[in-house]
């Protein structure tokens, strides 16, 4: 196991949560078993995804998931956060793959976190369209119906900062909008819906329910006013307008009159309270004024009309996705939260953390996780409650519009024969996880 100048990771609390993610999209294919979604629009426009890919096989999850069970069993987390797909849900028999999924769990001791929307939307359903937010709130009440005898911890929607971001302002996801700054009626709506699940949940019994959104630290590019105040505007958009409706009840100054409907009782139902905040992280952001020009970052061109720029973080190491690896920005975003939010931030769930790197032999990849788990135990030190943390992800997959080239995986998948491989990051978390378990 790697270690940080000869020492050990130190222990976390008892009853912490070891687990791993994944999302049904990325891997589990099986496409003409279920229902289309807004994903299999996008990948046939040509041009849409950089290697030219579908995910109609990934990895074959669909009919493998046996194998990735036993992978799970012999890694030895005590949890494991996959999502359900509402395409799948609609079709004749898509429940019971999931009731197939959630018994080979439970019998393998790992505990089933399923996560009810991550971005594969019904294709005749539009998150600019209110009545999704009803619609999603009867398929909770399906899914839980269905699996809440097994199922005992929830979480409702992933990332709805970037799926409004790269889906519906800029357009290099799915659907594939271009609106810009119309598209906030979209992060209303899944917000909406995360509140109306959270109460269809609570009525099926659920008693163990949190949200996975990404949030990151901004740094300005300078102490200069422009930079500070671009900033600002950033981390209100990507951190602020997710977090603060959710834990707080309320929008950001100047943000609730752009919001459709009655915005005010829709806060009632988006505030409703939650057992736990789950948080996926992979990097800060340094933000600056507006350059007024394209700028390309992270595989993502910026547009110039933004009223800020990303900018690179120098003096990093970066994964091959060009993500800078900054673990201590993970320590200064839990404590930020801390301060923030105070009382009204419930305890934290790390729902991803993970990086992209080639090869079997992954060392980098051992690195960047040890890294990020020391900085959360420091998290932990200074008084933050965090509860969980789960490794992005479990196999390669379909990295959404990256195609297969981006590899998160501790488990490499050969997309030819779609053989399973454990890399060097994968024995390495399992020797991490049994130095973690509790001693007689």
């Known amino acids: 196991m790697a270690t940080d100048a000869g020492n050990p990771i130190p222990r976390f609390p008892a009853g912490f949560?070891?687990?791993?993610?994944t999302s049904a999209h990325q891997i589990e294919g099986g496409a003409d078993e279920r229902g289309p979604s807004?994903?299999?629009?996008?990948?046939?426009t040509p041009g849409q995804v950089k290697d030219g890919s579908t995910a109609a096989v990934a990895c074959d999850h669909v009919h493998r998931h046996r194998e990735d069970v036993a992978l799970l069993a012999e890694l030895g987390v005590n949890a494991y956060r996959f999502s359900v797909s509402w395409p799948r849900v609609r079709s004749d028999k898509g429940l019971d793959f999931y009731?197939?999924?959630?018994?080979?769990l439970c019998a393998a001791g790992v505990r089933p976190v399923p996560t009810l929307f991550h971005w594969d939307l019904p294709a005749d359903l539009d998150w600019l369209e209110r009545d999704t937010a009803e619609r999603f709130a009867e398929y909770v009440s399906l899914v839980a119906?269905?699996?809440g005898d097994r199922v005992t911890k929830w979480i409702t929607l992933n990332e709805p900062a970037e799926h409004t971001l790269l889906g519906h302002a800029l357009?290099?996801?799915?659907?594939?909008?271009r609106l810009l700054f119309d598209a906030l009626p979209v992060a209303h709506h899944q917000l909406l819906a995360h509140g109306l699940a959270v109460r269809a949940l609570r009525a099926s019994g659920a008693a163990d329910i949190g949200v996975a959104n990404s949030h990151g630290p901004t740094w300005a590019a300078s102490t200069e006013a422009p930079d500070l105040e671009a900033a600002d505007f950033y981390d209100l958009l990507l951190n602020r307008l997710f977090a603060d409706p959710l834990l707080l009840g309320r929008y950001p100054d100047g943000i609730g009159e752009l919001m459709p409907g009655d915005v005010e009782a829709d806060l009632k139902v988006i505030a409703e309270p939650l057992d736990w905040y789950g948080i996926n992280y992979y990097a800060p952001t340094r933000v600056g004024a507006p350059q007024g020009a394209e700028i390309e970052f992270g595989g993502v061109t910026m547009p110039a009309e933004l009223p800020f720029s990303v900018q690179e973080i120098e003096g990093r190491p970066v994964t091959d996705f060009g993500w800078p690896v900054v673990p201590e920005g993970l320590t200064e975003l839990l404590t930020t939260f801390r301060d923030r939010y105070g009382d009204r931030l419930p305890p934290v769930v790390i729902t991803e953390n993970g990086c992209s790197y080639p090869g079997v032999d992954d060392q980098d990849r051992i690195a960047y996780l040890d890294g990020h788990v020391r900085a959360l135990h420091r998290a932990v030190e200074a008084g933050v409650d965090?509860?969980?943390?789960f490794v992005w992800s479990l196999l390669d997959n379909f990295e959404?519009?990256?195609g297969y080239a981006r590899r998160f995986g501790l488990v490499h998948v050969d997309f030819g024969t779609l053989?399973?491989?454990p890399k060097a990051s994968y024995h390495w978390y399992r020797e991490l996880l049994r130095a973690q378990a509790p001693t007689a």
């Open 400 to 402: 959404w519009a990256e």
């Open 145 to 147: 119906g269905r699996l």
């Open 386 to 389: 965090v509860r969980g943390y």
């Open 38 to 44: 807004v994903w299999d629009a996008f990948t046939a």
């Open 99 to 104: 009731d197939r999924l959630v018994d080979d």
């Open 419 to 421: 053989e399973r491989t």
């Open 171 to 177: 357009g290099v996801h799915a659907p594939g909008k």
């Open 17 to 21: 949560l070891w687990g791993v993610s």
